[in-house]
């Protein structure tokens, strides 16, 4: 499986795993970051909050600011994510984001690991 995520969530995410590994002298797998942020936005009932664009509801023909449409021009960095859910785990996936007004899988991945990861430590340079 692969998702596509912003470039800072990817590199939160190695970052993550890293810490992990100097903690625990196991790096987790890729899956296992992301059940685990998908974990946390489940049990503290953030789902709903994670996707909260407003729906134009106005009196035009079509809706302007519709959840997940890009309203400028302005690129947007990302990269790939390879994760290995079963398909069992991708029907328990699956359930969840298009009730709460996920565009797609990949959207929905990229908000929950937003949520769960830290930001990134940046190191002291050192004055020469």
């Known amino acids: ?9 990817l590199e939160r995410f190695k970052s993550y795993q890293l810490d ?9 797998a890729n899956t296992v970051v992301v ?20 729906v134009d ?6 809706a ?10 302005e690129r947007r960095r990302t990269d790939q994510l390879s994760w290995r859910p079963t398909f069992g785990n ?9 009730g709460h007004g996920f565009k797609d899988r990949s959207q ?9 990861l830290p930001p990134v430590k940046r190191g002291r340079r050192h004055a020469r």
């Not at 059940?35 to 407003?54: H, R, T």
């Not at 509801?57 to 079509?62: E, I, K, N, S, T």
């Open 1 to 9: 499986m692969t998702s596509i995520v912003d470039v800072d969530v």
């Open 20 to 28: 992990q590994k100097v903690k625990t002298r196991v790096e987790p």
């Open 35 to 54: 059940f685990l942020a998908i974990n946390a936005a489940v049990q503290g009932d953030k789902l709903s909050e994670l996707n909260s664009a407003p």
């Open 57 to 62: 509801a106005g009196d035009g023909f079509l």
């Open 64 to 73: 302007i600011n519709a959840p997940g449409r890009r309203v400028s021009r």
């Open 90 to 98: 991708l029907e328990q996936i699956d359930t969840l984001w298009p």
């Open 108 to 116: 929905f991945i990229n908000a929950v690991l937003d949520l769960f």
